[in-house]
């Protein structure tokens, strides 16, 4: 009898007391009565005939947690309980308009169309009852998924009522809750996401099995722009289960029955590629080149006043400059996508953030209409940004183009991932600022170079220079000083560049806040105290600040050897201030403590909200100690997390995430956590040893190795 393998999700499966979440892919129902008999008054939300509530999601699940806040806020509105609540995600399809992820927009910039989705259910509900008992439909309320009419006692189930609601008009204005009438709003219930993962029966990319695929590994040029010269493939056929070697063109690829198959033949490939035109591109020329872009004026983002006739004529001028490295995204869950191709048409089963592009990247390169192509998305194990490009999907149809129909699961080993990433772009931020005589700052100048995501995918988007998405962070500094300059001097390499967790605020955080350090040092004033002074206009910048600071503790003392550093930042329209508290062990920066103060206007699930912070503060964290992608012959050196060091375990600090309750439209929450991490930590070595780091990593600014 022969073994049984026994995966590891077969094991969670089988193990886990608790059932798993069902995920389906197929499309939401239009409007109306749905194909099971019940209510669909919206692309996003069925009421079944049983009563309960089928939310579909045209966004990604990716960690960040919308596949419960989201359906919280159609929940909210439809008045049922949350145990009758189920999830779905949506393929991409044109009825949900944009289905892009990513900008820490997924809840805030669908706040009222989700909450319009539930309540357009519930009026036509209370409708339906109303008519049923003949009674105005003002007398009528729903909750717990039952409409009630208190005047004489009757009640009526959801289910009880959708039939007749799917036969009524789809209010066009549905009455929306008010934030201080909200039930599940604010709460933290029972994660819809969460059982799948614990059992097991989550499928990300990874878990795609379609009748007789295949599975394939690239091995692509090594320095940007290389391509194929010629490749050996006698040793990778002889692997079993190797059935093709697909060239590429940039790339070759391995077909195989198994993925180990794939890796193993991928492994014994002797390739040869031909050099990029810029093969001797290195991070010292890059460097350079951002340094004397610096020197010339910029395209504008801010001007108020006049800056550089106040620092000309200012008491005490300082200035500074900071320079901040390409980082790469390394999602636990490698790049990978499967595609069928046959008949002209083409599916991808993808963990994408960006479904559209996914479409438009692979028909154009298979030469079919977008029509023809057609995208399942899965659950990512991780994006940060990296999963809004479609490389990985190109390959996957590419190589699905030359097997006559067969589906394959093209997987992108982690050492393609981490050289062939779209990394955070690289910058060089020189600052000054005129302190009057009593040390108030009453000019800030911040000229930065960095590339341009948009200016090196679409230059025809950027003008003169000017890319609006590169100033984030830069132009919205949210302290009172009358004579404010921003410059940006775009500056595009051959090395792909793309959005990052946070993007460039995670740059001009670190830059700015460093910076307002510096001036209350110049000053002679307390770090707090100097912002708390410039931000008398800024009530929620305020709040957070002065929360954050009583929370760490700020101003008592510490034990022997440590310090904290203090950061705030606002971006995706949340803010948050943090404190880090930080000492040096045998010459290793320890960060003990992290406290966090956010605004994010209505935490919809605040435990969400609270982990995201949390999983930011890492993130950003082991960026700011140990992050760094170097270039050197036109390739990145960094290859895999060997020299591409994370945070780990033991070097994790406590982190503490402090909510200000507000009635506000909701912020983002996936990224701003980051951005005050870096210079926090900074400026609390400072504040430690007396030594000012301008650049990042700290590690290698400190000379240490990680």
Not at 129 to 138: E, L, P, Q
Not at 584 to 593: C, F, I, K, N, S
């Amino acid at each position: 009898m022969g073994r049984r393998t026994l995966s590891r999700r077969d094991f969670l499966r089988a193990g886990a007391a608790a059932g798993s979440l069902l995920v389906a892919i197929r499309p939401a129902r239009l409007a109306g009565a749905a194909a099971t008999g019940g209510l669909s008054p919206n692309a996003l939300l069925e009421v079944t005939a049983a009563g309960d509530a089928v939310v579909w999601l045209p966004r990604s699940e990716m960690g960040q947690g919308i596949w419960t806040g989201m359906p919280m806020m159609v929940a909210e509105e439809l008045a049922i309980d949350w145990a009758r609540v189920t999830v779905r995600q949506a393929d991409l399809d044109p009825k949900y308009g944009n289905q892009t992820t990513g900008g820490s927009a997924s809840v805030r910039r669908n706040w009222a169309a989700f909450r319009r989705a539930g309540a357009q259910a519930r009026e036509m509900l209370v409708a339906e009852a109303a008519a049923r008992w003949g009674v105005a439909a003002a007398e009528c309320r729903a909750a717990r998924g039952e409409v009630t009419h208190a005047p004489s006692g009757r009640r009526a189930a959801y289910g009880e009522l959708v039939a007749g609601a799917a036969t009524r008009p789809v209010p066009a204005a549905p009455r929306l809750t008010e934030p201080g009438e909200f039930t599940l709003i604010g709460t933290s219930p029972p994660r819809l996401e969460i059982p799948a993962r614990v059992t097991g029966g989550a499928r990300y990319g990874l878990d795609v099995r379609l009748p007789g695929m295949l599975f394939a590994t690239l091995l692509k040029a090594p320095d940007y722009g290389g391509t194929l010269r010629r490749v050996d493939a006698a040793a990778a056929r002889a692997v079993p289960g190797v059935r093709r070697i697909v060239e590429l063109g940039d790339a070759v690829a391995v077909v195989a029955e198994t993925t180990w198959a794939a890796m193993e033949g991928r492994r014994r490939l002797e390739a040869e590629f031909a050099p990029g035109p810029r093969a001797s591109l290195s991070s010292g020329e890059i460097e350079r080149m951002m340094r004397d872009r610096a020197r010339s004026t910029g395209a504008i983002g801010r001007n108020d006043g006049d800056a550089p006739a106040a620092l000309g004529g200012a008491a005490r001028l300082v200035e500074a400059a900071y320079d901040l490295p390409f980082l790469a995204h390394v999602a636990l869950e490698p790049m990978n996508c499967t595609a069928r191709v046959a008949g002209g048409a083409c599916t991808l089963w993808a963990p994408t953030q960006n479904p559209q592009r996914a479409r438009e990247d692979v028909a154009r390169a298979l030469g079919v209409a977008p029509e023809r192509v057609a995208v399942h998305v899965t659950l990512l194990g991780g994006g940060f940004g990296r999963r809004l490009m479609a490389d990985y999907a190109v390959d996957a149809a590419r190589v699905a183009q030359a097997l006559d129909g067969a589906p394959v699961q093209v997987l992108w080993p982690r050492d393609e991932d981490v050289a062939h990433d779209w990394y955070r772009p690289v910058s060089h931020h020189r600052l000054a600022a005129a302190l009057d005589s009593r040390g108030r700052p009453v000019a800030w100048f911040h000229r930065f170079a960095a590339p341009s995501i948009v200016g090196q995918q679409w230059p025809e988007r950027v003008r003169n220079g000017y890319d609006p998405g590169a100033f984030d962070g830069a132009d919205a500094i949210p302290y009172a000083i009358p004579n404010v300059r921003v410059e940006y001097g775009m500056l595009n390499t051959p090395v792909p560049v793309g959005w990052w967790r946070s993007v460039y605020a995670s740059q001009h955080a670190f830059a700015n806040e460093s910076f307002v350090d510096e001036l209350a040092g110049a000053a002679g004033q307390d770090p707090v105290a100097f912002r708390l002074a410039l931000l008398a206009d800024r009530p929620r910048e305020r709040a957070v600040l002065e929360l954050a600071a009583r929370h760490a503790g700020w101003g008592t003392p510490l034990p022997a050897g440590r310090a904290r550093g203090v950061a705030l930042h606002t971006s995706f329209e949340s803010h948050v201030a943090e404190v880090a508290e930080v000492s040096l062990e045998g010459g290793a920066v320890r960060v003990h403590r992290v406290v966090a103060a956010v605004d994010c206007g209505i935490a919809v699930h605040p435990n969400a909200v609270r982990a995201q912070v949390e999983g930011a503060i890492m993130d950003g964290l082991g960026a700011a100690l140990f992050g760094e992608v170097t270039i050197e012959g036109g390739r990145a050196v960094e290859r895999n997390f060997d020299r591409y060091r994370l945070l780990r375990l033991p070097e994790a600090p406590a982190v503490e995430v402090h909510l200000v309750p507000s009635r506000e439209a909701p912020g983002g929450v996936g990224e701003p956590g980051l951005p005050p991490v870096a210079p926090a930590v900074a400026n609390a070595l400072a504040a430690l040893t007396g030594e000012r780091l301008r650049r990042l990593p700290i590690l290698k600014a400190l000379g240490r190795s990680a």
